[in-house]
């Protein structure tokens, strides 16, 4: 095997892998005869088994009413940008408490991790470490590059883990209507018309330019990553400038990572969010009013981790996301190097940081 051959999977230690009907059920606090019925009306399974990801979407998309706990959370999810969209929002300071794990589905020889370290941006104003990013399982070398804190281990352990705190300040940015707003808003009121919001099993190395499933009504289907870089590709079509932002919705219940722009306008560098309006249109909102918050403003709820990618070298596979939310790669018992971004717990649909 090359290095280029093969990512790791999480495989068995995946904190949300496909499951039987009834742990389902446990999972989304329904019966397991009404996950059944939802099999009986087309929610895939495969091999008697049920992806999460794949029940979720399912669900989004007009049956949400059938899981109240899911419900529960999306309209937790769309309050929580609702001062924004009302122009309400005012200056955040968060304690954050930073926890980033891995998921590995075996032993490994030897762990290099890539972990994101918060910035200071033109709107996240001030960030103070009150206790610097630390590795789990006694790491044999401690660095930096560039932006990340590296952790290095020989023989690591089963589930390493790096934690920190930091306390962060973050203003609101509001829409500034600047001579080519109007070109923006129509742009991103046509992707969010065009746009099925869906979880997805992101791949390690993916290329930015991959085709993304169309419906047979003629949707783009895509995560918040897939949105914002089909707006990107839109715009660069257009001859439009533009550079992809990372960060995490900045509360404990909600916390997740998230994608959006920063696009070169007139008036400089301005960031627009094509998912949220994707969202709140799934859900049935005033998804054009987002439109109008976003393009040209964002909101004082969010913890910006890159503006831009960052492209860490000499990756086996090649970086990720444009390196901007972390890298890993190990050596396996075989000596091979490969990327383990796919067990990140980001990568596996898992946040755990927590909010103050």
Not at 63 to 76: A, F, G, I, K, N
Not at 82 to 106: C, G, K, N, S, W
Not at 119 to 125: G, I, K, M
Not at 208 to 219: G, Q
Request: with cysteine; glycine share 8%; charged share 20%.
């Amino acid at each position: 095997m090359s290095d280029d051959d093969a990512s790791i999977l999480p495989g068995t230690a995946h904190p949300h892998p496909p499951m039987a009907a009834e742990d389902l059920a446990d999972r989304l606090d329904v019966s397991t005869a009404d996950v059944l019925s939802w099999v009986k009306e087309g929610l895939p399974v495969d091999s008697g088994l049920i992806d999460p990801f794949l029940a979720a979407n399912w669900l989004c998309w007009g049956r949400l009413d059938r899981c109240p706990l899911l419900q529960r959370r999306w309209q937790t999810y769309l309050r929580w940008f609702m001062p924004h969209v009302h122009a309400q929002d005012t200056l955040h300071r968060y304690r954050v408490r930073q926890i980033h794990r891995v998921f590995l589905p075996e032993p490994m020889a030897s762990l290099n991790w890539y972990v994101p370290r918060i910035p200071v941006t033109a709107d996240q104003v001030d960030v103070r470490y009150l206790s610097a990013l630390s590795a789990t399982d006694g790491p044999t070398d401690v660095g930096s590059a560039g932006p990340f804190a590296r952790f290095a281990w020989t023989d690591p352990g089963p589930n390493p883990r790096v934690v920190g705190s930091a306390e962060v300040a973050v203003a609101p940015h509001a829409v500034d209507l600047f001579p080519d707003h109007r070109e923006l808003v129509a742009m991103v009121e046509e992707l969010a018309c065009e746009f099925r919001y869906e979880y997805r099993h992101h791949e390690s190395g993916e290329a930015r330019d991959r085709i993304l499933p169309i419906t047979s009504s003629n949707e783009i289907v895509g995560s918040c990553l897939d949105c914002a870089l089909e707006l990107g590709r839109r715009l660069g079509e257009r001859g439009r400038a533009w550079k992809l932002c990372s960060g995490v919705i900045a509360n404990s219940v909600i916390a997740n990572p998230h994608f959006w722009l920063k696009v070169d306008t007139t008036v400089g560098w301005v960031p627009v969010d094509p998912s949220l309006p994707a969202i709140a249109r799934m859900l049935g909102a005033d998804w054009r009013a987002v439109v109008a918050a976003y393009v040209g403003g964002c909101d004082a709820r969010r913890i910006t981790l890159a503006e831009g990618d960052h492209h860490l070298p000499s990756l086996p596979g090649g970086p990720s996301i444009g390196s901007t939310i972390g890298e890993i790669f190990a050596l396996d018992g075989a000596g091979n190097r490969r990327n383990a971004w796919p067990c990140l717990d980001w990568v596996c649909g898992d946040c755990s940081w927590i909010f103050e």
